[in-house]
C-alpha cells in the first residue's frame, strides 16, 4: 500500500503542474524578467511605473482575447479582431475630428460597427457553411479596406477641446489614469473579464458555448439553436474588438487603419497559453487573463533588454505551437 502512494504520489504532482501549466508560466516569465531587467543596481521590471505600463499594455489584447475564448471555445476561429480593431480606431478618431461627434455617440456608433462585423462573421459561417478561418479571413479584409476608405489611406490624429473640429475631452480618460497610477484601460479589461467569467461559469448561455464546443451534434439534437449561439459569440467577438479599438485611439492620439496589424496573433496566443483547447470545448476567462499577462511580461522583458521586435514574433510563434503541444500532453494526461 505505501508503494502504491509513494507511485502514486508522483503522477499526482505531474497532473497538477500540467493542469496550472500557465500559471507556472506566468510564474516563470515574471522571475526571469524580475531578474534579468536590471541597470545600475535598480530592478527595471518590477518599478511601479513599470508594472503599470505592463497592465496598461496588456489591455487591448486582453480584451479582444475574451472574444477570442468564446469563439475558439466553439471550435470556431475569428482572425478579424486585429483589423476591426484598426477599423473602430480610425472611425472614432474620424467621428470626432471630421463629423462633430460627442463622446457617447461616438462609442456607440464604433460599438454597433464591431457588432455588425461580428454578426457578418457569425452569419456567413453559420448560414452560408463557410469556415471561420475563411470567413473572418474575408472580414479582415474588408475592414482594413474600410478603414482605408474612411481616413484615405493615412491616420486620423486626434486633438481635443470643446471647439469645432477637435475631440471631446471626455475621450482622453480612456487613456488616463486613476489617482496617477492604475490605467483606465485595465480597469475596462479587468471589469469585463469578471462580466464574461460570471457570464461561462454561472449561466445557461456559457452552458451552450461548452456544449457546442464538445458536441455540436449533440447539442443540436438536444434543442438547442447552435447557429444563433454562435452569431451571438461572434457578435460578442467584434464588440470587444470594437470596445478594444476604442481604447488603442485614445491610448495612441490616432485612428490609423493600420492599427492592429497581427493583433490576431497575439490574441490567439494568449487563448492558447491560458490553456483553453483550440478544438473547442475547454477553457476559461481566467486561464486567458493569465496568457495575456504573459505574453505582456514577455513583451515589457524583451523591449526592456532592447530586443528587436522582429524576434519577439519569432518568440510568440513558437510560444503558440509549445502551448498546443502542452496542451495536448495534458489531455493525454
Not at 478579424?80 to 477599423?87: D, E, Q
Not at 460597427?113 to 457578418?120: E, M, R, S, Y
Not at 487603419?257 to 490576431?264: Q, S, T
Amino acid at each position: 500500500m505505501i508503494a502504491a502512494r509513494r507511485a502514486f504520489a508522483p503522477k499526482q504532482l505531474l497532473g497538477f503542474l500540467k493542469k496550472a501549466q500557465s500559471y507556472l508560466g506566468l510564474l516563470v516569465v515574471v522571475t526571469v524578467a524580475s531578474l534579468i531587467c536590471t541597470r545600475n543596481g535598480r530592478n527595471l521590471f518590477l518599478g511601479p511605473v513599470n508594472i503599470a505600463n505592463v497592465v496598461r499594455a496588456v489591455s487591448e489584447n486582453g480584451i479582444m482575447a475574451i472574444g477570442m475564448t468564446l469563439v475558439i471555445l466553439i471550435g470556431g476561429i475569428d482572425l478579424s479582431v486585429g483589423a476591426i480593431l484598426g477599423l473602430t480606431a480610425t472611425t472614432a478618431a474620424s467621428l470626432m475630428m471630421h463629423q462633430g461627434f460627442g463622446f457617447v455617440g461616438t462609442v456607440l456608433t464604433v460599438l454597433c460597427l464591431g457588432a455588425a462585423f461580428g454578426l457578418f462573421n457569425g452569419l456567413v459561417s453559420t448560414k452560408l457553411s463557410i469556415q471561420p478561418f475563411i470567413a473572418t479571413l474575408a472580414s479582415m479584409s474588408i475592414a482594413r479596406g474600410l478603414a482605408r476608405l474612411i481616413s484615405g489611406g493615412i491616420g486620423v490624429p486626434i486633438a481635443y477641446g470643446s471647439e469645432p473640429g477637435f475631440a471631446p475631452p471626455a475621450y482622453e480618460v480612456l487613456s488616463t489614469r486613476l489617482w496617477g497610477a492604475i490605467p483606465v484601460p485595465a480597469i475596462c479589461f479587468l471589469s469585463l473579464a469578471a462580466v464574461f467569467v460570471v457570464l461561462l461559469r454561472y449561466t445557461r448561455f456559457g452552458r451552450y458555448v461548452y456544449a457546442i464546443g464538445g458536441n455540436e451534434t449533440a447539442t443540436h439534437l438536444s434543442g438547442i439553436n447552435v447557429d444563433a449561439v454562435k452569431v451571438v459569440i461572434f457578435a460578442l467577438s467584434g464588440v470587444l474588438s470594437a470596445v478594444a479599438g476604442l481604447i488603442h485611439a485614445a491610448q495612441l492620439n490616432q485612428g490609423s487603419p493600420n492599427d492592429g496589424i497581427g493583433y490576431e496573433l497575439n490574441v490567439i496566443a494568449a487563448v492558447a497559453i491560458g490553456g483553453t483547447s483550440l478544438a473547442g470545448g475547454k477553457g476559461n476567462i481566467t486561464g486567458t487573463i493569465v496568457g495575456a499577462l504573459t505574453l505582456g511580461v514577455l513583451d515589457n522583458m524583451l523591449g526592456l533588454k532592447n530586443i528587436d521586435n522582429n524576434f519577439q514574433m519569432i518568440v510568440k510563434g513558437f510560444i503558440i505551437i509549445i502551448a498546443v503541444v502542452l496542451q495536448r500532453e495534458r489531455k493525454r494526461a
